[in-house]
Structures are given as C-alpha cells and as structure tokens.
C-alpha cells in the first residue's frame, strides 16, 4: 500500500511539473492560439481529467507522463467553456501502440447481420473506455484536418443524451429542432457530394458513415482548421461555436 501511494504520488508530481506541461503545449498546434488565462484554465482541466480517469496501456505500450497528460489536454480543449461534468462519464482512456483489431457486428439494410475483425485506430465504446492507438493520436503538426483524439472525445459528448446520433445535449427543443435540421441537411449534401463525386467538401467517406461519424468529423475539423469548415458549412460551424462557448448546452 505505502509503495502504491508513493507510485501515485510520484505520477502526481510528474504531471504536475511545469516542464512537462510546456512539452504538451509546444506539441501541438492545436494550443497556439490559446491565450494564458485559457492555457492555465486548461491545465487545470487537465490535471483533474488525469485524477479521475484510469490510463492504461495494451501490447506492451507505456503511458508515460507525457502520454498522458497529452491526451487529456486535447481531450479537454472540447469542454474548455463547458465544464469538466461533460466528460464526468469518461472512466477509461486504453492505449495501443498502433492500430489494433476488434470484433464488430453490422446490421445491413435488409436486416442481416454482418460480423468478423477489424483493424482501428480509435474508437469510442459507448458508456465504456475510449480507446486510441498512440501512433495516430499522437501530436504531429502538420495541416492534415483530422485529429483522432478530438474525434473520439466529441463521440463522448455524443453519447451524454444517451444516444450516439450526432446531437449532444442542448438547452432546448428549439436549438434540438435546428441542430437536427443543419446537421441534417449538411450531411445528405456530403453524402451526394461523396455519391456523384461532382463537389469535393474534403470530407472522406468515413464522415458519410453515419450522423455520429458526421459530427465527430464536423468537431475536428472545428478545432484543427476551422476556417475550411466555416467555408463549406457555415451553418454547423456557427452552431459548433456557440456549442463548444457553452452557450446551447444542458
Ligand atoms: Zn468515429
């Protein structure tokens, strides 16, 4: 017992050193344009996102400090201006070194169930533990739009309503009518786009995958280049931003 509590102290100290915390901020460019009452708000964030959720590491990978403490700064920056509650149902973070397989069953349009293995980078267990291979979450600064951390943790606040449907918890039925209708209408234009290849909205295919898929799409691309996203969907950008400032939510 004596010893445990020294590991976890030790731990506590190491996540908590300044050097550390500068490491994380200079990794990304996601914190860039972060100014310092903010960066301290996240580091706080932060911290406390550590204490109370489990890490741990699968095929041999070690989550050290830095794993860590990256993981849930990026995590944190989508409840930045809502709260730490939001994430109050995240018990788990698993990490793999790189892609690792799991089993899925599909149900097709005609009601027949499809099943076997499939290699993943990320994924997001409903009510359960989000799991991420290190290789594609890790901070890499570069202009590609897409950032498996944010996506999968934008899956959690997805599932707070109790379904994955692409519509976190909002204030009001009114803000639930438009978020379906913006949503909505944004997604079958990319699944045409996609479909007749005549309009390329830089989306892949996997965005057209479901309107929870859409969403966690919609949310990366709000946080790594949001200008872009402004530009194809003005509409789900203005809704994300009055989301993530906290201003349409529960
Ligand atoms: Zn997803």
């Known amino acids: 017992m004596v010893k445990f509590l020294r590991r976890t102290r030790r731990t506590n100290d190491a996540l908590a050193s300044d050097k550390l915390w500068s490491q994380v901020l200079a990794s990304s460019s996601l914190f860039d344009d972060l100014d310092s009452v ?17 890490f741990s590491g699968a095929h041999g990978f070690q989550v050290t ?7 849930a700064a990026t995590a944190c920056l989508l409840v930045l201006d809502l709260g730490r509650q939001h994430f109050a149902h995240v018990r788990t973070v698993i990490l793999y070194p790189e892609a690792f397989v799991a089993y899925r069953e599909e149900e097709d349009d005609i009601g027949i169930v499809h099943s076997g293995y499939e290699a993943l980078d990320g994924e997001s267990i409903e009510q359960g533990a989000v799991v991420l291979a290190w290789k594609e979450a890790r901070p890499r600064r570069h202009d590609a739009p897409t950032n498996l951390v944010l996506h999968e ?27 379906r209708k913006v949503f909505g ?36 691309r709000f946080f790594v280049c949001p200008q872009t996203l402004r530009t194809i969907f003005p509409d789900v950008h203005a809704l994300l931003a009055a989301y993530f400032a906290g201003k349409s939510v529960v």
């Open 185 to 220: 209408e944004a997604f079958e234009r990319l699944c045409m786009s996609l479909e007749e290849r005549d309009d390329d909205l830089g989306f892949d295919d996997y965005a057209a995958t479901s309107p929870s898929e859409f969403f966690a799409v919609c949310v990366e």
């Open 65 to 71: 400090p830095f794993v860590q403490l990256f993981v």
């Open 153 to 179: 943790f934008a899956h959690k606040l997805d599932e707070r309503t109790g379904t994955c449907d692409g519509m976190p918890a909002l204030a009001s039925r009114a803000l639930r009518t438009r978020w």
């Open 38 to 54: 903010r960066r301290d708000d996240l580091r706080d964030l932060a911290l406390r996102f550590c204490a109370s959720v489990h």
